[in-house]
Each structure stands twice: as C-alpha cells, then as structure tokens.
Nanobody, 125 residues
Framework: QLQASGGGLVQSGASLRLSCAAS????????MGWFRQAPGKEREFVAA????????DYTDSVKGRFTISRDNAKNTVYLQMNSLKPEDTAVYYC????????????????????WGQGTLVTVSS
C-alpha cells in the first residue's frame, strides 16, 4: 500500500514536498515514481527513481524544479517541488513497479504495479 501526502494550495513560485509512505511490503527494491493528473487530462509521468537512487528521470517540464528522492530505510519516496507554476496543478500519485529500471516503459502509467491514492496540489497565479 502506498500513501501519498503533502499536497496543498500554494502560490506560484512556492515549494512543496510530497511524501509517499509504503506499507505492507518492502518497496526498497522497486522503482518508485510520481505521476500527476490535471482535470480533463490523462495521467502523466513526472519523475522516477531507481531502487538504489543512482538513476532518476524527469519529464521535461519539471526538470530543474522538481527532485525525486527516496529513503529505503523509511520505505518512503519524496518529490521536492520548487518554483511551482499554475500548470503544475494536479492530483499527484506515487507508484511502484518491480520489474526494474528497464523492465517497463516508465512513461506509461498502465505498466506500473502499485499506486497511492493521490494528493492534490493547487498552484494559484
């Protein structure tokens, strides 16, 4: 089970840190990721991190502003979001998959194995 938290309403330019706590199983060997879904839009890939934190990947629109990290001892993954923009407004979902960094197409949400319930991020202009 994945539990996302940390969303909220902020102004443009502000920062938020999302957390995703895993329970029920150890996700330390899983690839972890964040997706987001804005109203009326498809769920889109935001960021992913390998089990060892050695490799990360970001969608172009968040590069340089968002940072994904994980603490395997705490079974938790984070998404630090800086310089937030109104277009970042969405429900953010954390996800996990067990087949490894090259096991799936990371950008295809349908290929991820486990999902959290989502946390809403609203950025006002």
């Amino acid at each position: 089970q994945l539990q996302a938290s940390g969303g909220g309403l902020v102004q443009s330019g502000a920062s938020l840190r999302l957390s995703c706590a895993a329970s029920g199983r150890t996700f330390s060997t899983y690839v972890m990721g964040w997706f987001r879904q804005a109203p009326g839009k498809e769920r889109e890939f935001v960021a992913a991190i390998s089990w060892s934190s050695s490799t990360t990947d970001y969608t172009d629109s968040v590069k340089g502003r968002f940072t994904i990290s994980r603490d395997n001892a705490k079974n938790t993954v984070y998404l630090q979001m800086n310089s937030l923009k109104p277009e970042d407004t969405a429900v953010y979902y954390c996800a996990a998959e067990r087949r490894g960094w090259y096991g799936i197409s990371r950008y295809d949400f349908a290929q991820w194995d486990y999902w959290g319930q989502g946390t809403l991020v609203t950025v006002s202009s």
